[in-house]
């Protein structure tokens, strides 16, 4: 079992930025991969970025490119979101999860599919306000 734990959660401002964190905890090596997902109210979970634990390649949803960005510390087996210029549209549950992904020559398949991914955390809270 692999056990992820998100933190760093909160509420800001329009425009403002905050740094998610997912540390990973068990048998860590059954994946390669870790994700970040989050879900509005009313509406469907849906994929935000992806890092290849093995090397590093990444993945982002359109709506998130050039603002936010993943990155990982292997020796900590933590995942990080940093998020930028941040929108009320980003308000939603984050979640963080782990899996095993196929990736063809650096590019991530299927990586905003939730059945990709066996392990989840609890998720945290991300507030925008306007």
């Known amino acids: 079992q692999v056990h992820p734990v998100e933190s760093g959660g909160g509420s800001v401002q329009d425009g403002g930025s905050l740094r998610l964190s997912c540390a990973a905890s068990?048998?860590?090596?059954?994946?390669?991969?870790m994700g970040w997902f989050r879900q509005a109210p009313g509406k469907e979970r849906e994929g935000v970025a992806v890092i290849y634990t093995g090397g590093g390649s990444t993945a982002y949803a359109d709506s998130v490119k050039g603002r936010f960005t993943i990155s990982r510390d292997n020796a900590k087996n933590t995942v990080y979101l940093q998020m930028n210029s941040l929108k009320p549209e980003d308000t939603a549950m984050y979640y963080c999860?782990?899996?095993?992904?196929?990736?063809?020559?650096?590019?991530?398949?299927?990586?905003?599919?939730?059945?990709?991914?066996?392990?989840w955390g609890q998720g945290t809270q991300v507030t925008v306000s306007s």
């Open positions: 999860a782990a899996g095993i992904l196929a990736i063809d020559y650096g590019r991530l398949l299927a990586w905003d599919r939730e059945d990709e991914y066996n392990y």
């Open positions: 068990g048998r860590t090596y059954l994946t390669n991969s």
